[in-house]
């Protein structure tokens, strides 16, 4: 059975930096891609960052470049998301997804339940 199970959402203030993690399970780490996307309210879901757990491979969304980093632990099949500085506008639930045979996860063919990330002004 396939899984990606995000932690680490919760209450945040402005400025804080806390830490997404994604531990997946039911498939080969190695040959997918591992991103973050989020959805705040009344707005469509976006990527936010992603890696390649084959190379490393990175990506971001301007809206967060400087400022989240993401990170992959092969050996823990585990992928995390630190966020810095964060601000109010990065409220949002936050999804794990893993796309296969790709570097940066568009269509992704799992998801995870998502956790919120509320950041108080």
């Known amino acids: 059975e396939v899984q990606l199970v995000e932690s680490g959402g919760g209450l945040v203030q402005a400025g804080g930096s806390p830490r997404l993690s994604c531990a997946a399970s039911g498939f080969t780490f190695d040959d997918y891609a591992i991103g973050w996307f989020r959805q705040a309210p009344g707005k469509e879901r976006e990527g936010v960052s992603c890696?390649?757990?084959?190379?490393?491979?990175?990506y971001y969304a301007d809206s967060v470049k400087g400022r989240f980093t993401i990170s992959s632990d092969n050996a823990k099949n585990t992928v995390y998301l630190q966020m810095n500085s964060l601000k109010p506008e990065d409220t949002a639930v936050y999804y794990c997804?893993?796309?296969?045979?790709?570097?940066?996860?568009?269509?992704?063919?799992?998801w995870g339940q998502g956790t919120q990330v509320t950041v108080s002004s």
């Open positions: 890696i390649s757990s084959s190379d490393g491979s990175t």
């Open positions: 997804a893993a796309e296969k045979g790709t570097q940066v996860a568009v269509y992704p063919d799992y």
